[in-house]
């Protein structure tokens, strides 16, 4: 559904909100002294940090505390320094992964010298509490470029001093003088436990290191230049599976998958250089993390992907064709479960992730920075000058879901009130007293316990947060199931069809299908065939031209979903569907599908759609016929042969002519193996006299005569002991006669004609009957 904004705060409920609406403030003739890319907002969304540049280095961070009484005067987390050393991130740490008990946040404060601060906020002790100051990097001289948290796991990226990354420092390796390090990192009872440092990587160039639930992603440099090999591909460290993946941006499938025990970049990636050298992949713009080991990258081609925790990068969505990112273009990106947000300028774009679909285009009065809340992970949040802000669903009337407590409490009220009503009619209709029961006789009276329990369930589910579309998930189940109990036959099978598009769609449209879902989309196909046809067509999106042309406009996920191979594959169950409703678009299907596929090395899909074919109680003569065109339509050389044996077999001669018409083009190896048979054929019968003159047309450029009388005679069937001097007419003898043509064609284009055969051209223009080929051996 469409969202509403909704201002959650204006600022004044957190402590030295003044200075903070100044910090934001700013204009196109005199910008601010700070980047809303400089802002962060902690997960439950009571702090504010500002990273300062210039022309102070410095952090200042704005608190929302529970109690007014005590923000009157606050610990605040406000640092400055001297000497350029600058921050480089502020973050949180998760406690769930830690051993963090009582109340009260953990921030992170990173600076570039590899100093980090550990914070706690506590709102019975007025504000903020440094817990510890650790080092970070083992050398004084290193600096810290990036980092995050990754579980208990602190990872940054550190430049190292010359001398300590590479004796020499050619133009190459003076970019590979970095490195990814880790320390475990425990927080127990106010204390902190870090671990020893671990490296990673080596010798390898600056990355922007992001977490992503159990996954570290490694992306370059965004400023770096993509000519540098070293800047078109990025790499995802897996802590728990101990190893990397090398993707880029502009291939949808991992190119490598390796062991971490290799620390070394360069020897890491030696194998794939080659490869990389001769991409050209897009730029990344911007970047989020999904929170589930995956990535949201936003290209300067417009396009949005998504990095997938299998290392898959999908299509998500398509700015218009005039996106041109700059250097000062305000972008922001965040991931909300299902959904994908992302504002460009002044513009909030709204995309449904799964199937790319735009929800919602908003147009801002200002620039905005997008954030989460761990609270409500599906609803977008946003921060600008004038406050923070939620983009909540709207229902049918207009009203706004989610906005406030009391509505939440309001509308909650109502549908318990509604249960009890309900009640009352259904126990009143059974019961045999006379006594009129009401709604609060129910709710005092606790002997129907059933009402009761429910409206408790359905009060601690609007507490923890209403989900409008599961509950117009179970409103839509009810009325389904009153239609089919009320309806007639027609009606059912409406609902019925409607109903398994629907789960076919959906199941198609998934990421993944388990050996379950398989199962399940197999019972489908079997007890609704006609049904699930047509699903099917409705989900891949065929349309037929009329002309034996299919098309079809399915995402590539979809088509990834139907042609993967496992034990139930969707792709036989689509076939076994076309052969029974549609058999002359087997062809095209195929082809269709071979598109989709790729040069992806699995079993050839035209075998599979032959194993189908076999598999089915189908016509033998329409099954032939359909063999001959899967192996045509698959394109490949001996498919073509094993059509072109087939067809031969069942002396099909015009439609051998075609075919090797059509295919002899193809390449000039298939040519030859055509011609081949063709000729072999010849030699055997004379089937083949009304077609000769097409035939001789396809002879290969590099035949000699002396080949085409070798294949001639090496293929002509045994003749009787004592044969007659002169061929009987209507003997199926092949004869000169029928050969001169092509022989006359052939001596004619060689540049250096043999002699030996020059008898043929100077032969009359009305021979005699001519003598089998066998008494000219």
């Given amino acids: 559904g469409k969202r509403a904004g909704s201002q959650l705060s204006d600022f004044k409920d957190y402590a030295g909100s003044q200075k903070l609406g100044d910090l934001l403030t700013f204009s196109k003739?005199?910008?601010?002294?700070?980047?809303?890319?400089?802002?962060?907002?902690?997960?439950?969304?009571?702090?504010?940090?500002?990273?300062?540049?210039?022309?102070?280095?410095?952090?200042?961070?704005?608190?929302?505390?529970?109690?007014?009484?005590?923000?009157?005067?606050?610990?605040?987390?406000?640092?400055?320094?001297?000497?350029?050393?600058?921050?480089?991130?502020?973050?949180?740490?998760?406690?769930?992964?830690?051993?963090?008990?009582?109340?009260?946040?953990?921030?992170?404060?990173?600076?570039?010298?590899?100093?980090a601060e550990f914070w706690k906020f506590l709102?019975?002790?007025?504000?903020?509490?440094?817990?510890?100051?650790?080092?970070?990097?083992?050398?004084?001289?290193?600096?810290?470029?990036?980092?995050?948290?990754?579980?208990?796991?602190?990872?940054?990226?550190?430049?190292?001093?010359?001398?300590?990354?590479?004796?020499?420092?050619?133009?190459?390796?003076d970019k590979l003088r970095y490195c990814v390090c880790r320390r475990d990192c425990e927080v127990e009872d106010g204390v902190v436990n870090l671990g020893g440092l671990k490296i990673i990587l080596h010798n390898n160039p600056k990355f922007t290191v992001i977490s992503s639930?159990?996954?570290?992603?490694?992306?370059?440099?965004?400023?770096?230049?993509?000519?540098?090999?070293?800047?078109?591909?990025?790499?995802?460290?897996?802590?728990?599976?101990?190893?990397?993946?090398?993707?880029?941006?502009?291939k949808n499938t991992p190119i490598k998958k390796l062991s971490a025990k290799e620390s070394d970049f360069?020897?890491?990636?030696?194998?794939?250089?080659?490869?990389?050298?001769?991409?050209?992949?897009?730029?990344?713009?911007?970047?989020?993390?999904?929170?589930?080991?995956?990535?949201?990258?936003?290209?300067?081609?417009?396009?949005?992907?998504?990095?997938?925790?299998?290392?898959?990068?999908?299509?998500?969505?398509?700015?218009?064709?005039?996106?041109?990112?700059?250097?000062?273009?305000?972008?922001?990106?965040?991931?909300?479960?299902?959904?994908?947000?992302?504002?460009?300028?002044?513009t909030l774009h709204l995309m449904e992730v799964n199937c790319g679909r735009e929800l919602q285009k908003i147009a801002l009065k200002r620039e905005g920075l997008l954030y989460a809340n761990q609270a409500d992970r599906r609803t977008p949040f946003l921060l600008s000058e004038t406050g923070l802000f939620m983009l909540a669903d709207k229902d049918s009337t207009g009203k706004v879901l989610g906005l406030s407590p009391a509505e939440s409490n309001q509308s909650g009220a109502v549908l318990v009130e509604a249960i009890f009503e309900e009640a009352c009619k259904y126990y009143q209709q059974r019961s045999l007293s006379s006594t009129q029961l009401t709604v609060e006789s129910l709710k005092k009276g606790g002997r129907f316990q059933a009402p009761i329990s429910l409206a408790s369930i359905l009060r601690n589910y609007l507490n923890s947060g209403?989900?409008?579309?599961?509950?117009?998930?179970?409103?839509?189940?009810?009325?389904?199931?009153?239609?089919?109990?009320?309806?007639?036959?027609?009606?059912?099978?409406?609902?019925?069809?409607?109903?398994?598009?629907?789960?076919?769609?959906?199941?198609?449209?998934?990421?993944?299908?388990?050996?379950?879902?398989?199962?399940?989309?197999?019972?489908?196909?079997?007890?609704?065939?006609?049904?699930?046809?047509?699903?099917?067509?409705?989900?891949?999106q065929l349309h037929h031209n009329g002309e034996g042309s299919l098309s079809s406009r399915a995402a590539p996920d979809v088509w990834k979903m139907v042609l993967t191979p496992s034990a139930l594959p969707v792709f036989e169950l689509l076939c076994q569907s076309v052969v029974r409703f549609q058999p002359g678009w087997l062809p095209r299907f195929l082809q269709l599908s071979q598109q989709q596929q790729g040069s992806a090395n699995n079993v050839p899909l035209y075998r599979r759609a032959l194993w189908v074919l076999s598999s089915l109680d189908t016509d033998t003569e329409?099954?032939?016929?359909?063999?001959?065109?899967?192996?045509?339509?698959?394109g490949r050389p001996n498919a073509i042969?094993?059509?072109?044996?087939?067809?031969?077999?069942?002396?099909?001669?015009?439609?051998?002519?075609?075919?090797?018409?059509?295919?002899?083009?193809?390449?000039?190896?298939?040519n030859k193996e055509i011609f081949n048979a063709l000729l072999c054929e010849v030699s055997q019968h004379r089937e083949l006299d009304p077609?000769?003159?097409?035939?001789?047309?396809?002879?290969?450029?590099?035949?000699?005569?002396?080949?085409?009388?070798?294949?001639?005679?090496?293929?002509?069937?045994?003749?009787?002991?004592?044969?007659?001097p002169f061929a009987d007419p209507h003997s199926s003898q092949l004869a000169i006669g029928q050969l001169k043509p092509l022989l006359r064609k052939v001596l004619q284009r060689e540049t250096k004609p043999s002699q030996r055969y020059a008898d043929i051209l100077q032969s009359p223009l009305y021979p005699p009957p001519a003598l089998p080929l066998d008494l000219l051996v």
């Fill in 622 to 634: 329409q099954r032939q016929g359909l063999e001959v065109e899967l192996l045509l339509a698959s």
């Fill in 213 to 250: 639930g159990d996954y570290v992603h490694l992306l370059p440099d965004l400023k770096a230049k993509l000519q540098l090999c070293i800047s078109k591909f990025f790499l995802t460290w897996s802590p728990r599976h101990d190893s990397f993946t090398i993707s880029t941006t502009c």
């Fill in 466 to 540: 209403l989900r409008r579309t599961e509950t117009e998930a179970l409103v839509a189940l009810e009325e389904l199931k009153g239609s089919l109990v009320r309806g007639g036959v027609k009606e059912v099978e409406a609902v019925g069809g409607t109903l398994v598009e629907k789960e076919v769609v959906r199941l198609l449209s998934s990421s993944e299908l388990d050996g379950e879902a398989l199962l399940y989309l197999n019972s489908i196909f079997s007890m609704f065939p006609s049904q699930a046809w047509s699903a099917a067509q409705a989900a891949l």
């Fill in 691 to 724: 077609y000769l003159d097409l035939l001789w047309a396809l002879c290969p450029e590099d035949y000699t005569v002396t080949t085409i009388l070798n294949l001639v005679l090496k293929n002509i069937p045994c003749s009787s002991p004592s044969p007659a």
């Fill in 266 to 346: 360069r020897r890491l990636i030696t194998d794939s250089l080659g490869y990389l050298s001769a991409l050209e992949p897009p730029e990344i713009c911007s970047f989020s993390p999904t929170g589930c080991g995956g990535l949201l990258l936003l290209l300067n081609t417009g396009w949005l992907y998504l990095l997938q925790e299998d290392g898959m990068l999908r299509r998500v969505y398509k700015l218009a064709d005039n996106f041109t990112p700059q250097a000062d273009t305000h972008t922001s990106l965040c991931f909300y479960v299902n959904t994908a947000a992302l504002i460009v300028g002044k």
């Fill in 641 to 670: 042969l094993q059509a072109l044996r087939i067809l031969m077999v069942k002396r099909q001669w015009e439609r051998v002519t075609q075919v090797a018409q059509q295919f002899c083009k193809q390449s000039p190896l298939l």
């Fill in 123 to 173: 709102d019975c002790k007025t504000g903020w509490h440094l817990l510890q100051t650790s080092d970070l990097c083992n050398s004084p001289r290193a600096r810290v470029v990036s980092v995050c948290v990754c579980s208990s796991l602190l990872v940054w990226c550190e430049e190292r001093p010359a001398s300590e990354s590479s004796p020499a420092l050619s133009s190459t390796r």
């Fill in 29 to 115: 003739d005199e910008p601010s002294r700070i980047k809303l890319s400089d802002v962060r907002v902690s997960p439950d969304g009571r702090h504010i940090h500002v990273l300062l540049r210039q022309p102070k280095v410095g952090l200042m961070t704005f608190d929302k505390h529970e109690r007014p009484q005590l923000a009157l005067s606050p610990k605040k987390l406000d640092v400055w320094f001297k000497g350029g050393v600058s921050i480089v991130d502020v973050f949180y740490l998760d406690l769930l992964h830690n051993k963090g008990k009582g109340t009260g946040v953990v921030a992170v404060v990173v600076y570039e010298n590899g100093k």
